[in-house]
């Protein structure tokens, strides 16, 4: 049921007995014990604007609604990630070391990020994760802090595993003893802060274009495309009329697409890097498979004993992989990191 037109009579009397446990509500209107006035307050968000039937509409259409995971990842050293009460447990607790695993697991949605009926009034679109986020994985043994402004609400979630024990570069041989070793899907944050746990080699650029004070939201929540793009989908690709087309409008402020001769050269820009990239992936995977230490077939590690930077090598070919924006997140250090990766396995002679 959809209340965003009338939030009058019943509903709100009913919320109201069960928030203040009062009688019938007097003649000016239901007011709780804590004296909100429901009229006056829920008005602020529930009136004819349509702002949370926007929101809702692209939300709707997005992967955190449906994905799916919730229910496949609803265990133990996932629900903090994948279930929106897993999440609010570990912000109220501040730790995942005991959380709840939820008997009716729910995606990320507007109760996850937004304080929600907590004030009932417009001050709960405040984000329930708004502080900087020390990340999970040390990079050179220093910890690591993403403090991009709303985009802190990501960083919790879309941030790397730590691989553990972690291999030694140039150290002694590894064992892999599970074939999931990697950073998981979401190495997101600790690419575009160019701290990846891996680095081999030198000549890492120290600066990354796309690393803004925005962080996420500038490219991922820019101005929508329907409900298919950007806003509160987050995607940054929509179908227009059977072609898959890319939403540029985070891209504007720096790459000039103003004239149709400008936007092809910046899409051709972004495909050729991207098929750079993906040609720099292919190249290290045929070293990994040589190697024995990947399997393409189902896209996991093999276990057994192997070198120590080819498991760093593999290692690295996991994180540009799972972050999946084919090194857009951090172009330069992306490029490196697979160059480095790839002249190690060549030194293994593979
Ligand atoms: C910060 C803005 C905001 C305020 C203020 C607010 N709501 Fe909501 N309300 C929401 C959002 C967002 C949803 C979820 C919409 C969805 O899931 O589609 C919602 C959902 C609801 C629903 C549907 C059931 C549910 O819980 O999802 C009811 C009923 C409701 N609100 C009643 C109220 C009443 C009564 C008040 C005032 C006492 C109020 N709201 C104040 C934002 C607000
Ligand atoms: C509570 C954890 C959590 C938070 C907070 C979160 N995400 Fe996600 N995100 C996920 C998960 C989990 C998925 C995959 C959902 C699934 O598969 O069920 C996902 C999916 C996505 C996707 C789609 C990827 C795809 O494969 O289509 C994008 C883009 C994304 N998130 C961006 C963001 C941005 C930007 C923010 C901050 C505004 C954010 N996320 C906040 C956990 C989170
Ligand atoms: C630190 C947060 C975090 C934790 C903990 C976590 N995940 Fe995820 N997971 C994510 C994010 C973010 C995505 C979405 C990545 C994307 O779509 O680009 C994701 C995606 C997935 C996917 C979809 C992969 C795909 O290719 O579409 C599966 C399956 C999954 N996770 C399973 C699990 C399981 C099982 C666990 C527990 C063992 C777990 N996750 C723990 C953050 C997490
Ligand atoms: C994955 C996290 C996430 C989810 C889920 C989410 N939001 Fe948001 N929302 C954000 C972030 C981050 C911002 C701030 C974006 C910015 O700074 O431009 C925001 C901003 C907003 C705003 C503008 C608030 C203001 O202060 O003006 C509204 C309204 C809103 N969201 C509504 C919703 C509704 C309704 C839902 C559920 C359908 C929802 N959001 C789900 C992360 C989320
Ligand atoms: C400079 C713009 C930019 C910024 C900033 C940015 N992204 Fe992306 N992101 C992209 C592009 C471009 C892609 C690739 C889209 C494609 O090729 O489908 C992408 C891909 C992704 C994907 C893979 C799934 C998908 O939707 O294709 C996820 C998940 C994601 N980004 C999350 C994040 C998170 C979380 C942050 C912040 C920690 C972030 N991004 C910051 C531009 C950006
Ligand atoms: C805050 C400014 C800013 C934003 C926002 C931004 N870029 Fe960039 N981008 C740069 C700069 C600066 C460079 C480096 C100079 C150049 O190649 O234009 C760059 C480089 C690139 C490159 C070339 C990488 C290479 O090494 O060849 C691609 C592709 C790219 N950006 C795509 C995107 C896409 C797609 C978006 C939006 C989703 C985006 N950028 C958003 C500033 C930005």
């Not at 692209?58 to 955190?64: A, D, I, L």
């Not at 009926?117 to 043994?141: E, I, M, Q, R």
């Not at 690393?211 to 989908?233: F, L, V, W």
Request: with cysteine; hydrophobic share 30%; net charge negative.
């Amino acid at each position: 049921m959809k209340l965003y037109h009338k939030v009058t009579g019943f509903v709100v009397a009913g919320l109201f007995v069960l928030a203040s446990c009062e009688g019938p509500a007097g003649p000016t209107g239901p007011k709780g014990e804590d004296g909100i006035d429901a009229n006056a307050n829920c008005t602020e968000c529930h009136n004819n604007n349509a702002l949370i039937a926007v929101k809702s509409a692209q939300w709707e259409s997005s992967t955190h609604a449906l994905g799916g995971n919730a229910a496949y990842a609803n265990r133990t050293g996932c629900v903090q990630c994948h279930t929106s009460q897993g999440f609010l447990e570990s912000v109220a607790e501040g730790s995942t070391a005991s959380l709840t695993v939820p008997a009716e697991p729910m995606q990320i949605n507007c109760y996850t990020c937004h304080e929600i009926h907590t004030t009932f009034t417009d001050d709960d679109w405040a984000l329930t994760s708004p502080g900087a986020v020390k990340l999970n994985v040390k990079y050179n043994g220093t910890d690591v802090t993403w403090d991009k402004g709303t985009s802190n609400q990501c960083a919790s979630c879309h941030q790397a595993f730590a691989v553990s024990p972690a291999p030694a570069f140039g150290g002694p041989d590894y064992e892999i003893t599970s074939t999931r070793i990697g950073v998981h899907h979401g190495p997101n944050t600790n690419l575009i802060l160019g701290k990846t746990a891996f680095e081999i080699g030198t000549g890492y650029p120290a600066t990354n274009p796309h690393s803004t004070a925005d962080g996420c939201i500038k490219c991922h929540m820019s101005t929508p495309y329907g409900y298919q793009a950007g806003g509160h989908n987050m995607s940054l690709k929509y179908d227009s009329h059977g072609t898959e087309t890319r939403l540029l409008t985070g891209c504007t402020p720096c790459h000039d697409i103003s004239s149709s001769t400008l936007l092809t050269a910046f899409n051709t820009k972004i495909t050729d890097y991207q098929e750079d990239i993906q040609e720099k992936l292919t190249t290290l995977e045929n070293k990994l498979i040589a190697a024995g230490i990947y399997n393409s077939t189902n896209g996991l590690a093999k276990t057994g004993t192997f070198k120590a930077n080819a498991v760093i090598a593999y290692l690295n070919y996991n994180t540009i992989k799972e972050d999946r924006s084919l090194g857009i997140h951090n172009p330069n250090y992306s490029e490196k990191l697979l160059d480095n990766s790839i002249t190690a396995m060549t030194d293994l002679g593979y």
